[in-house]
RNA sequence: GGUCGGGUGGCAGAGUGGUCGAAUGCACCGGUCUUGAAAACCGGCGAACCUCCGGGUUCCCUGGGUUCGAAUCCCAGCCCGACCGCCA
């Protein structure tokens, strides 16, 4: 959520951000209700006070007769602020709505427009291979290898569920432990997260838990959804805190399963592993002093570039367009891995994204921190970044690494983990 | 899941119908003292919103209710603790 004296102060500001985000919203309604209804709300504090008046005069009355005059008194003077309170409370409802749905500012050099507007800042990892050999996709290559079922999957969950298998089960493990032992070594507070969260920390994130659009599993008869990403723990762990400034910038990383009904996808590309119901994540969290957040940022777009240079995989880095920002993003920047089966002759595919949502999160979840010596509190400013997500890197390390034989070799930073260097070695 | 006990300011903790937005202690801030610090002493110290800058309204887990008036009483929910049951 916005900063509401902002709104107020800056509407057109905040209009012409909405319409470069695509966010249908009308501001000056949003003005308009706020304002009428702060102008009620003046009327009701009178009313109360009148009646907080009334009410302490009556303890010292002197005699029965001027308390129960009295009494009326009180009486008339909080039904007329009770019906008041409901009229301001049906324009509120409209005011809130509007105000829910407006997205965060935007950083002032995030490209504008579509998502094609994208801008390319930065690639890295080795150079994309040539193959001398018809290339295969991640499903054919975990077909072979027998490294993933999906059809089992399917036929324990339903279709966009899979068991990982063989060197497939140890490769995610593996990557779990290169990325936590690499994110500690970072000063990361690791963790692993509950897979599910109430409705309240989904939407102080960001999310919305039900509706037909929704993206996420709610549990029937408890107020619990299982979480799209551990970015919802992580962000709701302190919740209503007040942080200590010393402690920030606080770095957290959490290992969750990721849960997501990919409602109103279907027709993307969307083979095999690329976009599936499940899959573990580990995921970067900081909480902030509003100063610190733009470097912690591109702090964490460094070492998301790190992560995949140390896997060996073929990257580039986008500031995303402001029309493809969600909601709760000031800035976000994805980094697409090199992925040599996908389409016809190869395209690079998301893997990771970080975003920074300055004080957006933080309003909704009320976080805030304390500065010694000055009185009040301030929000934080929240951040997060995927590590690795294991599906899709798993697309991506098992198609870089094809090799002639049929074999795919197992990145050097994963052996000790895996326990083998390659999967299906040729007998010598 | 059951029974009992709890949920109050950054923390601890008093407060069972009206002068309570709330004692006290710790922490924190300012000052005195000191070469400096500590100790001691003095003073200050919750938040949000509105304001004609006098002040006002709201907030004691959340949501309802009783009452002229609720931190305090009633109902429901959530959470925490103890014990019991069940279980990896």
Redesign the pocket.
């Known amino acids: 959520m916005l900063d509401k004296?902002f709104i107020l102060e800056y509407p057109d500001v905040v209009q012409k951000n909405c319409d470069v985000r695509g966010a249908k919203a009308d501001v000056h309604r949003f003005v308009q209700l706020e304002t009428e209804c702060?102008l009620m709300?003046?009327q009701?504090?009178?009313l109360?006070?009148k009646?907080?008046v009334?009410?302490?005069s009556?303890?010292?009355a002197k005699d029965d007769a001027e308390r129960d005059q009295?009494?009326e008194e009180?009486?008339t003077l909080?039904e007329q602020k009770e019906q008041l309170q409901e009229a301001i409370d049906r324009l509120t409802a409209e005011a809130r709505a509007i105000y829910r749905s407006l997205p965060n500012l935007t950083h002032p050099e995030a490209p504008i427009g579509a998502e094609d507007h994208a801008r390319e800042i930065r690639r890295g990892g080795p150079e994309v291979r040539k193959f001398s050999f018809p290339v295969l996709d991640h499903v054919v290559l975990a077909e072979q290898h027998d490294l993933i079922d999906f059809e089992g999957g399917a036929r324990v969950a339903g279709n966009g569920f899979y068991f990982l298998k063989n060197e497939g089960a140890l490769l995610e493990l593996a990557l779990q432990q290169f990325v936590m032992q690499f994110l500690v070594g970072e000063g990361f507070v690791p963790t692993i997260t509950p897979d599910l969260a109430r409705a309240e920390i989904l939407q102080g994130i960001g999310f919305i838990p039900r509706g037909p659009e929704t993206q996420i599993y709610s549990v029937e008869n408890f107020?619990l959804n299982l979480v799209a990403t551990a970015e919802i723990t992580l962000g709701g762990l302190y919740s209503g805190e007040?942080l200590e400034m010393e402690k920030l910038p606080l770095k957290m990383c959490g290992v969750s399963h990721c849960f997501r009904t990919e409602a109103g996808a279907a027709g993307r590309a969307s083979r095999g592993l690329y976009r599936v119901h499940q899959f573990t994540k580990v995921e970067m969290f900081a909480f902030t002093l509003p100063e610190q957040s733009e470097a912690m940022h591109q702090y964490f777009c460094d070492l998301e570039c790190k992560i995949f240079d140390g896997l060996g995989i073929p990257y580039r880095v986008i500031d995303t367009a402001t029309g493809d920002l969600g909601g709760p993003a000031y800035r976000k920047f994805d980094l697409e891995a090199w992925m040599p089966g996908r389409g016809k002759a190869g395209e690079y595919g998301e893997v990771t994204s970080t975003s920074n949502c300055t004080d957006y999160q933080a309003r909704r979840l009320n976080i805030r921190y304390?500065t010694?010596?000055e009185?009040?509190?301030h929000l934080v400013h929240t951040l997060n970044g995927t590590a690795v997500a294991i599906s899709r890197a798993l697309i991506a390390i098992l198609e870089n690494y094809q090799q002639p034989d049929g074999s795919i070799i197992i990145p050097e930073v994963l052996r000790k983990w895996v326990g083998k260097e390659r999967i299906g070695a040729t007998e010598e």
């Open positions: 004296k702060r709300q003046q009701v504090e009178e109360s006070r009646a907080n009334v009410s302490k009556i303890g010292v009295r009494k009180g009486r909080r107020d007040v304390k010694r010596g009185k009040g509190t």
